[in-house]
């Protein structure tokens, strides 16, 4: 059975930093490109990162440049995403995606709250 568990979402404070997982299970995560998309209150899906199934390749959305790294270990089945300088514009549902070509997973999401 396919799974992907983000963990370490929560309440942050503006400057903040949080340190978001991935924990995936049921296919040959070393395989898949891996992303983070997130989704704020009342808008769409966002694209944030994503990573190559090396981990030496990575990309992000001019939003997050500088600020976010996406990171995996595919020892660990683990993808991550450390976040610093949090913004409120940042506060969304964190979701990380495994997709190659002909098959896409996805996770439950974690919460990501950026707040004073």
């Known amino acids: 059975q396919v799974q992907l568990v983000e963990s370490g979402g929560g309440l942050v404070q503006p400057g903040g930093s949080l340190r978001l997982s991935c924990a995936a299970s049921?296919?040959?995560?070393?395989?898949?490109?891996m992303y983070w998309v997130r989704q704020a209150p009342g808008k769409g899906l966002e694209w944030v990162s994503q990573i190559d199934t090396g981990g030496t390749r990575t990309y992000y959305a001019d939003a997050v440049k500088g600020r976010f790294t996406i990171s995996r270990d595919n020892a660990k089945n683990t993808l991550y995403l450390q976040m610093h300088s949090l913004q409120s514009d940042d506060t969304a549902v964190y979701y990380c995606?495994?997709?190659?070509?002909?098959?896409?997973?996805w996770g439950q999401g974690t919460q990501v709250t950026v707040s004073s």
């Open positions: 995606t495994a997709r190659k070509i002909g098959f896409s997973y």
């Open positions: 049921g296919f040959t995560f070393s395989s898949y490109w």
